[in-house]
Every structure is written in structure tokens, then in C-alpha cells.
């Protein structure tokens, strides 16, 4: 297992014991703003043959009813689900486009395609650059918080 330590975090951890319970808006928009580092990348990773898959790609955030805790996740949009649904001649669904792009698929004789995996490598790409703009929003917001 790979241990790292996140820089700032003692002195995060030190304002948060000062300010108590971490507004709910404050954990939203950092974890928000992290999350957009991801989901720009995979939109622009994202293989383009007719440009629905960039267009598709989106945040969705987690509903939860634990307080301080926001996670968010890069998915495709529900509404573009008769774009990206691959249907045979009879019109029953076959795949899901977005899926096989990014895990790859295999074609009618056999033969695999191995995917893009352009979402995993935007997430394990950026992840140095993802948590410290979370630990970075997290502190210029509590700071705020502590001063107001």
C-alpha cells in the first residue's frame, strides 16, 4: 500500500478543530472545484469522432446526509442516452458508446478493441493536482469562515 502525505493538512486539520463543524458549502465547492481539474481532462482525452462524448461528460455530485462530506464523479449525461445507445437492426440496445470507449469492446468476429480509459487516467493523472486544490479551497475557505 502507497503511503504519501498531503501538504497543509496539519494546519487544515488545525482550523477545522477551531472552527467546529465544517460548513456544508465550504466541503461542496472544494471538492467541486478538485473534481473540475478531472472532468476537463476527460473532456479533452476523450476520443472525438463525432463530438457527443465531450458534450456528455459531466459532474454529478453525491447526495449524502453525512455533514462534511461531498464526493463527486465524472459521468456521462443521462439526457444524451439516446445519442450514446448503440441499437441493432430490430432497435434493441446493443452498448453503451461511452462505456466501450472507455473499457474498449469486441467487435462481431472476436476481435477486441482495447479502450481509451481516458476518465481513469484524467482521475490517477491529476491526482497530486486534484487533492491539493481541495486542501487549498478547503483552507481559503475555512480562513474566510474563521475571519467572518
Known amino acids: 500500500m502507497a503511503k504519501f502525505k498531503i501538504e497543509g ?4 486539520q488545525r482550523d477545522l478543530k477551531k472552527l467546529g463543524d465544517v460548513p456544508q458549502r465550504t466541503v461542496t465547492a472544494a471538492a467541486r472545484k478538485g473534481m473540475n481539474i478531472a472532468s476537463k ?3 479533452v482525452k476523450a476520443p472525438v469522432q463525432t463530438g457527443d462524448l465531450k458534450k456528455g461528460i459531466k459532474l454529478v455530485g453525491e ?7 461531498k ?3 465524472v459521468v456521462f449525461d ?3 442516452n439516446d445519442v450514446f445507445q448503440k441499437r441493432n437492426s430490430l432497435g434493441d440496445i446493443t452498448g453503451y458508446y461511452p462505456v466501450s470507449q472507455e473499457y474498449g469492446f469486441f467487435t462481431k468476429n472476436g476481435k ?3 479502450g481509451f480509459y481516458f476518465i481513469r487516467d484524467s482521475l490517477s493523472n491529476n491526482k497530486r493536482k486534484i487533492e491539493d486544490t481541495i486542501v ?3 483552507s481559503k475557505r475555512i480562513d474566510k469562515e474563521l475571519r467572518g
Open 136 to 138: 487549498n479551497e478547503m
Open 9 to 12: 493538512m496539519k494546519k487544515l
Open 78 to 80: 443521462r439526457s444524451m
Open 71 to 73: 464526493v463527486y464523479r
Open 41 to 43: 481532462d476527460a473532456k
Open 112 to 114: 477486441y478493441i482495447p
Open 63 to 69: 447526495r449524502t446526509r453525512t455533514k462534511g462530506k
